[in-house]
T-cell receptor, first 114, second 113 residues
Framework: AQTVTQSQPEMSVQEAETVTLSCTYD???????LFWYKQPPSRQMILVIR??????QNATENRFSVNFQKAAKSFSLKISDSQLGDAAMYFC???????????FGAGTRLTVKP | GAVVSQHPSRVICKSGTSVKIECRSL??????MFWYRQFPKQSLMLMAT?????????EQGVEKDKFLINHASLTLSTLTVTSAHPEDSSFYIC?????????FGSGTRLTVV
């Protein structure tokens, strides 16, 4: 079983500043992935970043990076140099590695102020 | 690579009719397809998992006789909403696991009037 918790329904950041979105999870899987997805108004699910649980090194993708604390089951997303185009819903998700389903958190709506 | 094509993107149907939503994996074989439903301002909720050549697995509270899932081939999974009612109006989206993670269809906005 997997559960994902996002405790921040809404977050706001000034353009060019840095913001961190929080996520905690629980899973019975021994090997799993963690994801952050962005969902703009079009509702297309866009993968922002992915972390394999067996890797200790935090994943980074340009302005996006994660702080993965496996023991604490925490997986936060840091967005640096925020841009207006970053405004969207952000979902944290956990998935298994063997065609197991992916479970989503409740989401965080990010607003970027010019 | 790893594209899932979902159709239709939008559909409006009358109450009591059925609607079929298709998800095709274009450049890979999807042995498993996940179907999610998303109500406005809410998260994606897993409805069911379809497996090629076998019966789908439904999440608790999802009516299997209402939401018929067929996964007859490695590249096509369908979700049929039978006897649709206004409360079935929602955004439906499919997803498949690939070597790179999960890939999503573009979603179907269903409105039942």
């Amino acid at each position: 079983a997997q559960t994902v918790t996002q405790s921040q329904p809404e977050m706001s950041v000034q353009e060019a500043e840095t913001v961190t979105l929080s996520c905690t999870y629980d899973t019975s899987e021994s090997d799993y992935y963690l994801f952050w997805y962005k969902q703009p108004p079009s509702r297309q699910m866009i993968l922002v970043i992915r972390q394999e649980a067996y890797k200790q090194q935090n994943a980074t993708e340009n302005r996006f990076s994660v702080n993965f604390q496996k023991a604490a089951k925490s997986f936060s997303l840091k967005i640096s140099d925020s841009q207006l185009g970053d405004a969207a819903m952000y979902f944290c998700a956990s998935g298994g590695t063997n065609n197991n389903d992916m479970r989503f958190g409740a989401g965080t709506r990010l607003t970027v102020k010019p | 690579g790893a594209v899932v094509s979902q159709h239709p993107s939008r559909v409006i149907c009358k109450s009591g009719t059925s609607v079929k939503i298709e998800c095709r994996s274009l450049d890979f074989q999807a042995t498993t397809m996940f179907w999610y439903r998303q109500f406005p301002k809410q998260s994606l909720m897993l409805m069911a998992t379809s497996n090629e050549g076998s019966k789908a697995t439904y999440e608790q509270g999802v009516e299997k006789d209402k939401f018929l899932i067929n996964h007859a081939s490695l590249t096509l999974s369908t979700l049929t909403v039978t006897s649709a009612h206004p409360e079935d109006s929602s955004f439906y989206i499919c997803s498949a696991q690939t070597n790179y993670g999960y890939t999503f269809g573009s979603g179907t906005r269903l409105t039942v009037v």
